[in-house]
């Protein structure tokens, strides 16, 4: 056993998920006011005031209220070291989010109680399925009029198709809003309106059996509800069972409000208890075990300019084995190098300490000369293997950008190569036609805002983006066997490279697609960029 196997065994890392306006950020900054590490929560509306939410640091974000990057925060409460991983909700930064739950070893998922499951829930869901990531659901927004219950749950089971356990109970919602009851200590958490910015509140816990005290609390309408609920719930709820939970196919559920800090410390006190220790990894040379290996780690993000004074990249690695030790080398795979990594540190929204140790299950970042990309493995000079990759998303939207001032041509192709290694933007260049035209693509529309918004303020360039009408992508993957030059394809098609000079196919319709492949004998073309 390594000296270390006690520090790796209290990390714990996850992931927060949902639908833009659940209220992820609002429970993220609570959980960070418990461990803490913040003693004021920031209001996330509040646009008018200068204090922004924690973990949106960008200044877009700040501006329009949304998160559009994943902030990596990290706290202590109760023995354990946190690492919360916070995920842009909007859909056009799904990818982004999909990066970042390769990085996590369980997810929170955030339910607004009137809404239930939506589109995007559904979506990041479905990746937390495939990764079989266990899912701890959070209810929240229980101060506003919410759904029916049992509605909630099997909204949850019918739409994502996993079974809802409930570890405690709303009683009412919005104004009629009383409380929780907890189903294991069978007792009623009453509520009351905290503070919205601080920790100290008053929950008066009452045990059930007390019947006439609990009537004379929360009335005698709420206690029949209660029980009549219960008795259904008894009947018919799945029971708890942590195998599931932990093999990803039972969600613990918990309500509560965000806003009004009530129910969150009970939420945290349980996720805690459930999840597990950090996760053993799949590599090319099988699985790597946190605690009995050395050094290992892969990047899923690069963000550049998180310090407007320095204009730096900071590659986010999650360590999958070992200690990290700042002064110690470590083996590059993909490039073959082994090297010091440069500044170390542990990462608070744009908050940063330089750190010179860290351990499996920790997410560290450290400066990037422009040497790694989304995906790479790092690991200790003695070994070498690769951790599996992250696939690259197909764009479904492409425009081609112009820049306003051509003597920034220096700037423009600095800033838009930058902005493609976060992988937030991928770029084109057309196929041999000597144009130095660059074609861009994007998961979601609001990549193209956040791109100009980028270039104007952190490279002074300013674009102009020219839409185009492809919708569909393909990689070339026989392009050794296969004649490009001579490629016959429809009229709708358009024949691009991306950054490594990889040859590529737009195409408008879908249809398109099958017919170039029947024209050309031999041709294979794949959706996803293998390397």
Known sequence: ??????????????????????????????????????????????????????????????????????????????GYCINILDTPGHQDFSEDTYRTLMAADSAVMVIDASK?????????????????????????????????????????EKELGIATCPLNWPIGSGKEFKGVYDREEESVISYSDTEKGTKE???????????????????DAAVDKLLEEMELLDGAGADFDLEAVQAGNLTP??????????????????????????LPRKSDKGYIDPAENEFSAFVFKIQANMNKAHRDRIAFMRICSGRFDAAAEVRHVQGGKV?????????????????????????????????????????????????????????????????????????????????????????????????????????????????????ENEYNVEIRLENLPYEHIRWIENKDEIDIERLSGTSDMKKVKDMRGNPLL????????GMTIDRNKGLVLAEFSKN
């Open 506 to 513: 737009l195409f408008v319709n879908s249809w398109s697609i």
């Open 1 to 78: 056993m390594n000296d270390y196997t006690e520090e790796i065994n209290r990390r714990r890392t996850f992931a927060i998920i949902s639908h833009p306006d659940a209220g992820k950020t609002t429970l993220t900054e609570k959980f960070l006011l418990y461990g803490g590490a913040i003693n004021l929560a920031g209001s996330v509306k509040g646009k008018a005031t200068a204090r922004h939410a924690v973990s949106d640091w960008m200044e877009i974000e700040k501006e329009r209220g949304i998160s559009v990057t994943s902030s990596v925060l990290q706290f202590e409460y109760g």
């Open 339 to 455: 090297m010091r990594l440069s500044q170390p540190q542990q990462i608070m929204a744009d908050d940063r300490k330089i750190l010179s140790e860290a351990y499996a299950g920790d997410i560290i970042g450290v400066f990037d000369p422009g040497i790694f990309s989304i995906g790479d493995t790092l690991c200790s000079p003695k070994e070498k293997f690769q951790y599996e990759g992250i696939p690259t998303f197909a764009p479904e939207h492409f425009a081609r950008v112009r820049q306003m001032d051509t003597m920034k041509r220096k700037q423009f192709v600095k800033g838009i190569e930058q902005i493609a290694q976060e992988g937030a933007i991928q770029i084109f260049q057309e196929f041999n036609t000597g144009l130095e035209e660059i074609i861009v693509g994007v998961v979601g529309v609001l990549q193209f805002d956040v791109l100009k918004y980028r270039l």
């Open 201 to 219: 509140g008053i929950a008066t816990r009452i045990p059930l059996k007390e019947e006439a005290r609990l009537r004379g609390e929360i009335g």
């Open 116 to 156: 239930g499951v939506e589109a995007q829930t559904r979506k990041l869901f479905k990746v937390c399925v495939m990764r079989k990531i266990p899912i701890f659901t959070f209810i929240n927004k229980l101060d506003r009029d919410a759904n029916d219950t049992f509605d909630l749950l099997d909204d949850i």
């Open 253 to 278: 559920v918990c309500f509560g409000s965000a806003l009004t800090n009530f129910g969150v410390e009970i939420f945290l006190k349980h996720f805690l208890k459930m999840t597990t220790t950090p």
